[in-house]
């Protein structure tokens, strides 16, 4: 089966830096994906690994280590705006590409 | 960058009715479409998938009966929840992608169904 595991719920300082771990048991991998989902609103692309290693985006980064099944979100100088649901979501190399969605950590970001 | 547009964005409606989703790509095409169905507070759930010109591949569990998909363009996906029920309100969502692996997803806003 497919599984993937990330924290509830974490709650960071504005400013500070907070590390989202997901670790992940698949059938399959193509790459790893996380997106930004704020309360009723659709997800937003943030980052993709396919390599291991970090990539960096500006304020975010993200990490991937394939043998380990791991990978991990990395914000830093949050703002409040960054209080959201992250999820992590693999992409199978199955035909179509299909996308499994880990159940996301809520982020809260305070003052 | 690319959109992919839901419509409509909410649904309220009795018990039995049948509720029409629509999910286009409006700047690329998009041989492949997803549909995602989502509880409050919980992950996305990975409905089926929708292939342009072929029958949907639909996630064990879910009824293709219930929920019927239809992708007859590279640009519009659409699902049909049939003679729906309350236990069918939830938050759905489609996204498309631009064909390859390590293209992202990009959703659409998602429709709030609740059935009376």
């Known amino acids: 089966g497919q599984n993937i595991d990330q924290p509830t719920e974490m709650t960071a300082t504005e400013g500070a830096i907070v590390q989202i771990n997901c670790t992940y048991q698949?059938?399959?991998?193509?790459?790893l994906f996380w997106y930004q989902q704020h309360a009723g609103e659709a997800p937003t692309f943030l980052s993709y690994?396919?390599?291991?290693g970090l990539e960096e985006k500006g304020r975010f980064s993200s990490f991937l280590s394939r043998s380990k099944g791991y990978s991990y979100l990395l914000l830093k100088e949050l703002q409040m705006k960054d209080s959201a649901s992250y999820l992590c979501?693999?992409?199978?190399?199955?035909?179509?590409?299909?996308?499994?969605f880990g159940a996301g950590t809520r982020l809260f970001v305070k003052a | 960058g690319a959109v992919v547009s839901q419509h409509p964005s909410w649904v309220i409606c009795k018990s039995g009715t049948s509720v029409k989703i629509e999910c286009r790509s409006l700047?690329?095409?998009?041989?492949?479409m997803f549909w995602y169905r989502q509880f409050p507070k919980q992950s996305l759930m990975l409905m089926a998938t929708?292939?342009?010109?072929?029958?949907?591949?639909?996630e064990q569990g879910v009824e293709k009966d219930k929920f019927l998909i239809n992708h007859a363009s590279l640009t519009l996906s659409t699902l049909t929840v049939t003679s729906a029920h309350p236990e069918d309100s939830s938050f759905y969502i489609c996204?498309?992608?631009?064909?390859?692996?390590?293209?992202?997803?990009?959703f659409g806003d998602g429709t709030r169904l609740s059935i009376l």
């Open positions: 996204s498309a992608s631009q064909g390859s692996s390590n293209q992202p997803q990009h």
């Open positions: 698949t059938s399959g991998f193509n790459g």
């Open positions: 690994n396919v390599l291991d």
């Open positions: 979501a693999v992409t199978l190399n199955t035909g179509g590409f299909k996308t499994i």
């Open positions: 700047d690329f095409q998009a041989t492949t």
């Open positions: 929708s292939n342009e010109g072929s029958k949907a591949t639909y």
